[in-house]
Nanobody, 124 residues
């Protein structure tokens, strides 16, 4: 059974940085794309970033492009989300997910296992 566990969330001031981690188990990690999504109170879950199984291809939501960087370490079965220049509007629960294929994707329906999420709060 696949399990995803996020860590690294917290409270940070605007302009600060955080690095999220997502550790996976139960699947041949390098064969699958991975993604980060976030959900703010009262809003729908939205795409943040995704990375292919090999790590060679990445995509980002426009709202985070240039500030966030996704990466993965297949030897550690872990992906990361480095978040710089954080803004109050980045406040949300951030969840990682594993896709059904090797490619990167922004579409929620292409992910079949989700983590519980980690809270990120950015104060102004």
């Amino acid at each position: 059974q696949v399990q995803l566990v996020e860590s690294g969330g917290g409270l940070v001031q605007a302009g600060g940085s955080l690095r999220l981690s997502c550790a996976a188990s139960g699947r041949t990690f390098s064969m699958y794309g991975m993604g980060w999504f976030r959900q703010a109170p009262g809003k729908e879950r939205e795409f943040v970033s995704s990375i292919s199984g090999s790590g060679g291809s990445t995509i980002y939501a426009e709202a985070v492009k240039g500030r966030f960087t996704i990466s993965r370490d297949n030897a550690k079965n872990t992906i990361y989300l480095q978040m710089n220049n954080l803004k109050p509007e980045d406040t949300a629960v951030y969840s990682c997910a594993i896709s059904r294929g090797a490619w990167e994707t922004r579409w929620r329906y292409e992910y079949d296992v989700w983590g519980q999420g980690t809270q990120v709060t950015v104060s102004s």
